[in-house]
Nanobody, 116 residues
C-alpha cells in the first residue's frame, strides 16, 4: 500500500525555523519527482518546492526561494523541507506529493503556523 506520512509541523514565531518530513512507503520502484505543496486558509493549493529523484535537481517557488530547502534521504525514502526565516504568510497546511508512474500521490498534510 502506497503511503506518504508528513510530520514536523507546528507553531513557530516569525523568523523561526521548522523541518518537515515526508516518509514514503509502498513504492516498489524509484520515484520520479517529489514535491511540497501548501494550502493557506482561504487560498488555493500552492506548489512550494520540488525535486527529481533522478539527478536530484531542485526548484522553488519565488515566495520561498532562499529560505526553504528541499532534500531527501534516499535509503530512508524520506523527503524533507527545511524552512528558515519563516513569515506569517507561510502559515498553511503543507502536503507532500509524489509522482510515481505518472500518478500523483498525497500525504495527509501537516499544519505550520507562524505567529507571535
Amino acid at each position: 500500500q502506497v503511503q506518504l506520512v508528513e510530520s514536523g509541523g507546528g507553531l513557530v514565531q516569525p523568523g523561526g525555523s521548522l523541518r518537515l518530513s515526508c516518509a514514503a512507503s509502498g513504492f516498489t520502484s524509484n520515484l520520479y519527482a517529489m514535491n511540497w505543496y501548501r494550502r493557506a486558509p482561504g487560498k488555493e493549493r500552492e506548489w512550494v518546492a520540488g525535486m527529481t529523484t533522478i539527478g536530484g535537481s531542485t526548484r522553488y517557488a519565488d515566495s520561498v526561494k532562499g529560505r526553504f530547502t528541499i532534500s531527501r534521504d534516499s535509503p530512508k525514502n524520506t523527503l524533507y523541507l527545511q524552512m528558515n526565516s519563516l513569515k506569517p504568510e507561510d502559515t498553511a497546511v503543507y502536503y507532500c506529493n509524489v509522482i510515481w508512474r505518472s500518478i500523483p500521490y498525497w500525504g495527509q498534510g501537516t499544519q505550520v503556523t507562524v505567529s507571535s
